[in-house]
Nanobody, 112 residues
Framework: EVQLVESGGDLVQPGGSLRLSCVGSGFIFSNYVMNWARQAPGKELEVVSTIDSDGTWTHYANSVQGRFTVSRDNSKNTLYLQLNSLKPEDTGMYYC?????RGQGTQVTVSS
């Protein structure tokens, strides 16, 4: 069974930083492209970042380009998302996604 478990979300002030983690199990983690997506209340799911299987290629949504950094450690079956210069509009539930499978999410709230 594929499992994705996110962690690292928190309440942070504007301009602050967080690092999200996602541990995958039940599949060969190093074989798969992985995504981070977020969903704010009342809004659609937005894919914010994608990373290829070995971490050599990444892509970001315009809304987070230059502020977020995706990475992975295949030896630990772990995906990361570094969030810097956070804005209130970054608030939402953040999900790790493999194909059509996503984890339970971790909440990021940016507020003063």
């Amino acid at each position: 069974e594929v499992q994705l478990v996110e962690s690292g979300g928190d309440l942070v002030q504007p301009g602050g930083s967080l690092r999200l983690s996602c541990v995958g199990s039940g599949f060969i983690f190093s074989n798969y492209v992985m995504n981070w997506a977020r969903q704010a209340p009342g809004k659609e799911l937005e894919v914010v970042s994608t990373i290829d299987s070995d971490g050599t290629w990444t892509h970001y949504a315009n809304s987070v380009q230059g502020r977020f950094t995706v990475s992975r450690d295949n030896s630990k079956n772990t995906l990361y998302l570094q969030l810097n210069s956070l804005k209130p509009e970054d608030t939402g539930m953040y999900y790790c996604i493999k194909g059509i499978t996503r984890g339970q999410g971790t909440q990021v709230t940016v507020s003063s």
